[in-house]
């Protein structure tokens, strides 16, 4: 807060201060989205207004003559983090901290706060002026950016990208360069369409998918698309539009893997009018601590015990926390699949392992329910991409508890 | 009475033998049905689930048959080409009365156990049992290499 | 064995009925003496856990709960979780973690959402 200097006549001083303080006090009061309060030199609450009140639960008659420590959480009392902050802003004259700070029902919100040291017209230290904005959301929102980044950087099974409103790329990530042989420097920047065979981009296969996925919020599709080295694969993707806060539609993600094999497979089983596929079907971690297994084709028992083994034998061997049992390669879902699937399911919590289940489809949702099956308490989402974010939510959600005085302390570097 | 699961192996080679009398006999139950697995060249799922079932009805000898014992006989098992273990539990205790109803109820949820006949043939692929009043009861399990 | 606020007990080879009751008798009396608010069950060293062993963990966890603490489970092998849900007995109530560390991360986590019930009961 910058204090500008006022100059007076000795007889009006008065009625001047009065009435900058006036305004003052009124503009401070008018504040809603902040709290700005006056500590006196040891830290005290000396004033109080509204937006302080919003932000903090406590009304100015119970806060007022309290220390600032009120607001800070048991362990950032003990380590002596008022006194430091504080400290700071006497020394520095300005300190910027964020932190956990509490409310006055003890829950806590992501602070930050920015003191002041003040000076009274001799000079002499007249206490501080806090600044404080509840930025719970936008760190929540930052983390799970970062996160989500970092998940997608770790996929190198799937590709996972983003487009823009045109279907220009302009994310890529390793399982994006496995799965078609670009580079990401290669592909950036270009239209998507580039993946696509001469026929589909003639067709204008792609606007419609894009034009559909707009329309239904999310399409999947399958289809023929060529690699750098000019060889096809048949893809599997996943397209849903990203929209901003408004709604407005900024761009898509693509999530698509590669079912040639599968395909490939299934052309074979017709051909031999066998049902039982004997893929070996792999486990793919796709973060230190979430495991995807995706189930493609019929399961028998057999099958379906080995699959159980090898996936908790990757739980124990990765210290998974989390794994999506995808079934949209499931073409039907029944009693045998969904008796593996909780079988699989409970054996996993018993390791301490959360599931969810996706690629739940319409006609899967209504065999499910058709069925009498019970999932109990098992979460199921229809896209990978959205089995991926509650992923990252559980893991979240394992680590923050109990951490909020850790956290205050990476930030306040 | 008899309710077969499966055709008994075609060939029965290296047999022990394991009389059931105290707790103690339980581990050596166990110790000898997993040295037989492991030779049988059983993964380590089919050998926890074998010996399991396996701990489950030694225990149900130490349990309910008269005076606790009972003999457990482990062999190695072969049928063309696979390999395998069975075991064979076998009590004069006082038999089962309805062995419908035993091979019916699972483990009940009120502290007290019961037999988990059901529990343990789900875990084995050959199960075999004979039992009726004052004729004791015999259980015949068996497990494949794949 | 002490671990911060956590006990960990940990439980080998075999169980008979009188290694259970003693082990029954050192938990409930350490959980008390030392208030110890989480305890965690570790049974990485079991490589079999049969329906008398399920008990005798379902009724600890019970034991402890009683005194006030929480309970884990925690280093179920792979195999064993698996034979576990085939018998039937999958302890539904008993809460689970793969090893000691995310045991005791979950032991915080239930502890820090009792508090938050305590506390809303409380304002």
Known sequence: MADESVVVRADESAAVLEDINFY???????????????????????????????????????????????????????????ETDLHAAAKGGRHAAAGWRLRKDGTRFWASAVFTALHDLAGDAWGYGMVVRDLTHAR???????????????????????????????????????????????????????FYTDDDARAGVLQQELADAVRDGSTETEGWRIRKDGRRFWANVILSPIRDEQGELTGFVKVARDLTERREQERLVKQQGDEILELSTPVIQVWDKVLILPLIGTLDSGRAARLTESLLARIAADQAEVVILDISGVPQIDSGVAQHLLETVEAARLMGTDSILSGVRPDTAQSIVHLGIELGGLRSRTSLKDALQLALRLIEARAGSGNGAGDGADVRA | MTITADNPPAELLAVTTVTIGAESDLLRVRSTMRAYARQAGLGLTATTKVVTAGSELARNILRYATGGQGVATVQEAASGQKTGVQAVFADRGPGIADLEQAMRSGFSTAGGLGLGLPGSRRLVDEFAIDSAPGLGTRVTICQWNR | ????????????????????????????????????????????????????????????????????????????????????????????DVTTALNAEQGMARLRRMRADGMRIDHDNHC
């Open chain 1, 140 to 194: 929540e929102q930052e983390l799970t950016l970062h996160g989500l980044e970092q998940l997608v950087d770790s996929i190198a099974d799937y590709q996972v990208i983003r487009l823009d409103r045109d279907g220009r790329v302009c994310s890529w990530n390793p399982g994006a360069q496995k799965l078609t042989g670009y580079a990401a420097e290669e592909v950036l920047g270009h239209h998507v369409s580039m």
């Open chain 3, 1 to 92: 064995m002490r671990m911060g606020q956590d006990l960990l007990v940990t439980l080998h080879g075999d169980l008979d009925d009188r290694t259970v009751e003693s082990i029954e008798q050192n938990v409930t009396s350490e959980v008390a003496r030392t208030r110890a608010r989480g305890t965690l069950i570790d049974v990485s060293g079991l490589d079999v856990v049969d329906s008398f062993v399920a008990q005798v963990l379902a009724r600890l966890v019970r034991m402890i709960r009683l005194l006030g603490a929480e309970a884990a489970i925690v280093g179920i092998r792979p195999a064993v979780a698996i034979t576990l849900v085939e018998l039937g007995i999958s302890m539904p």
């Open chain 1, 24 to 82: 003052y006090t009124q503009m401070i009061d008018n504040i809603a989205d902040y709290a700005v309060m006056r500590l006196d030199n040891d830290g005290v609450i000396r004033n109080w207004h509204a937006g302080a009140q919003q932000l903090t639960q406590y009304a100015a008659q119970e806060i007022i003559g309290r220390p600032v420590a009120v607001f800070y959480t048991a362990e950032d009392v003990a380590s002596g983090l008022v």
